[in-house]
């Protein structure tokens, strides 16, 4: 493996001295970029994309060749191939979100769930290697997984974004089902990242993008104790060093406290909570990756360029802050305007790393 | 006008003692009961039965008389009448959310923007009376408005519940343009709620459903401070006693200390937060109204009790809490479940008044 030319974004998670603050941009190979749009054109369905390695590599490159201000790549794949890996049949169809063939909502399927062979996943792991060989070193790759609860709340309601009615009575009605659907998903996910660091991914990020949706005690209960299980369970790299590891509710920043206290080593905010605010809350726990609203990449360089010292001001003096969206990057962002935001970063950045 | 017999609900508001903790629910009058559903077969579309005092009188009372241990009665109404009779075009397509014939996006359109003539609702004041005439003095009745910031969103979206990215576009690239269509909705909603106060509204509401979406710093711009003009400009009843203020921000309990400070009595919470919490942050400045999760009313009886005593208990002895839904009721909910959860509050909460 080439030899790592850019460790800020590990340094930064890791809460070690870094000359400027890192950034990267969920979701940075996506849409917005016409050289993916071009890419696609040939490539056939969103999921075809994730299982074809040499597109993955591919797209995922593109956003580095564009922005060499970037701090760190993010395997191109999809949370959902996790339960597709398990039996439920994902599909996408044109302008809509994920779909499922089938859904887990009767105790005979729920009890006949279990850990799929990671072989059918190999075409993500194949992934890893082929775009940790192909990065060559430029700056550390991310994989990543989504939380045992939201990948559930997929498998359950069958697909996502919805008021979560099927599964959270579930919890509520039947809490010993949705407590097995969430250990299986647990140890699947596990074995998951683990085989991607062991393909090259050198941080790993858990995503869980719906755990906002749970009531206080029901995240408690059903969301961070699954994540906390996963980051228990990672492996270390060869050389003994470990792969830092964030943790990224959407909508839980109610929750920066415990969230703090599962063993992640840095934790993903959204837009809604001020960093500094954040950062008194954890203390010197866990770094935190955020937190610009992706809405303002559609604005104008003056405003991106506020926002941008505005976050940094608030996070302030000192390590531990990895500057990143607070959510994807819409399609709709005119690649210029993240350019702007990755500049002045970069620019405004160093002040507080003296 | 009648006299009231129960007071609880205001009293409660008002952070006064009271025998138990007072319930009612969000959205009480809905498509769960199948009263509402016999009702509505004959009565034309959701705007149209807005527009008719009859029919609103008719469902507002229906959930009084299923369930006679309700605190409260509400209006039955829609927030998005003050787009509508602002020029927007509202119209509602069977399945699907609210829409508009215009939105406000072009910066001719918005200057033109201005407060309606109150007479283009005067079908809500003549429900409200009409309401209150019928109600007969059971329990208080409730008026209500959304807020500016969730308003213009429907108004510049066209829709609810997107990603908003028009509208935030506008507010980081023309703040200007947003703030004008605030200043106007706000002194609209001022208006239409005084008229309510006016009609026989004894307690009032603000919805800001979408105030979640934003950005710390922007929810403290461009959503509280027009909350806050509006509850500082409403009146009095008749007889000089205050008509009690309610803020509601779903998603937004990270902004409780800031919205107890705009000189609402009290604020509603939706589930993401322990109100034992809450209260703490909040200190003795405000009430708190909540914050079961409505998916909860899905599943079992013994399920419901726990969490409404999970509810009280958390909260604690004492004064000033309102027990409601943190959303509205769902179209799926057992009615039965509804009396379940009306019943636990009453018996569960004598205990923290004594």
Chains 1, 2 share one sequence.
């Not at 997929?154 to 959270?168: A, H, N, P, Q, S």
Request: proline share 5%.
């Amino acid at each position: 493996m080439a030899q790592l030319q850019n460790d800020t974004f590990l340094r930064a998670l890791m809460r070690e001295p870094t000359p400027y603050t890192p950034v990267w941009m969920m979701r940075q190979a996506g849409r917005y970029l016409p050289e993916y749009r071009e890419s696609r054109k040939t490539a056939g369905s969103f999921l075809q994309l994730c299982k074809n390695p040499s597109f993955a590599t591919e797209v995922t490159l593109q956003p580095l060749d564009r922005y060499p201000l970037l701090d760190a790549s993010i395997l191109f794949s999809d949370i959902l191939t996790v339960p597709d890996a398990m039996g439920l049949g994902l599909y996408f169809e044109e302008g809509e979100g994920p779909k499922f063939d089938r859904t887990l909502r009767e105790e005979a399927d729920i009890k006949k769930l279990h850990v799929p062979d990671m072989a059918e996943l190999q075409y993500v792991f194949d992934a890893v290697s082929s775009i940790r060989t192909a990065v060559n070193g430029r700056v550390p790759l991310i994989g990543f997984a989504g939380s045992p609860w939201t990948l559930a709340t997929y498998m359950v309601e069958g697909k996502g974004g919805t008021d979560f009615l099927t599964i959270k009575k579930m919890a509520y009605a039947r809490p010993d089902l949705l407590h097995h659907i969430l250990e299986v998903t647990a140890q699947t996910v596990m074995q998951y990242l683990n085989a991607q660091i062991a393909a090259g991914a050198q941080a790993v990020m858990i995503f869980d993008s719906w755990g906002g949706a749970l009531s206080h005690k029901a995240y408690l209960e059903f969301s961070l104790p699954y994540m906390q299980k996963i980051i228990n369970g990672l492996t270390r790299e060869a050389d003994g060093r470990i792969v830092p590891r964030v943790a990224f509710t959407k909508g839980g920043a109610l929750w920066l406290e415990a969230q703090a206290e599962i063993g992640a080593d840095a934790i993903g905010l959204d837009w809604t909570i001020d960093i500094g605010q954040a950062r008194k809350r954890v203390g010197d726990k866990v770094a935190l990756q955020g937190n610009l609203d992706p809405a303002i990449l559609l604005s104008t360089t003056e405003a991106i360029e506020k926002e941008v010292a505005s976050i940094l001001g608030s996070y302030g003096h000192g390590n531990g802050h990895v500057f990143n969206l607070g959510h994807g990057i819409t399609q709709w962002t005119p690649p210029e305007n993240a350019a702007a935001m990755i500049s002045a970063v970069r620019n405004f950045s160093t002040q507080y790393h003296e």
